[in-house]
């Protein structure tokens, strides 16, 4: 029974963490077709803030299509100075995009405005050189 029950937590944690991947993976406009694995994922809650973190492997095909993506957004910049990596290039103020390839890493950030509760939701994707996607949201 003890084990049944830690394997249904385990399942379950599992399948909420996969849905809640998919939800911002869906906000950042970039679809997987083939299967991936989580191989972390760890999150916290604290007064009106939530953050969570990701580490992902996923095939070469889905890899390249999110670096084609990242690639193709608007103002994509090789090599920025951190200061020009978050020059607003958006002509929407309550949501923005922002994408850069900086010493081999490709980064993609989108921050949403929250115009009702005054807040953000941001999410960052990260591919190192290792081809790990780590993928960060937090809400404030």
């Known amino acids: 029974m003890r084990i049944s029950l830690i394997s249904l937590i385990i399942f379950l944690t599992s399948c909420s963490s996969k849905n809640e991947l998919d939800s911002y993976l869906n906000m950042m406009e970039l679809k997987l077709n083939d299967q991936y694995e989580i191989l ?80 953000y939701e941001r999410i960052a994707l990260r591919i190192d050189k290792d081809s790990i996607i780590t993928l960060n949201y937090n809400s404030e």
């Not at 095909?61 to 690639?71: A, E, P, R, S, V």
């Not at 994509?76 to 922002?98: G, R, V």
């Open 40 to 119: 972390n994922y760890e999150s916290s809650y604290a007064i009106g803030d939530y953050m969570s973190e990701f580490k992902i492997k996923v095939t070469d095909n889905d890899l390249n299509k999110i670096i084609q993506t990242i690639k193709d957004t608007q103002g994509f910049q090789i090599d920025p100075s951190p200061i020009q990596s978050y020059n607003d290039t958006s002509s929407n103020p309550f949501f923005e995009k922002k994408a850069w390839l900086a010493k081999g890493i490709y980064d993609y950030l989108i921050i949403i405005q929250d115009t009702v509760r005054g807040g």
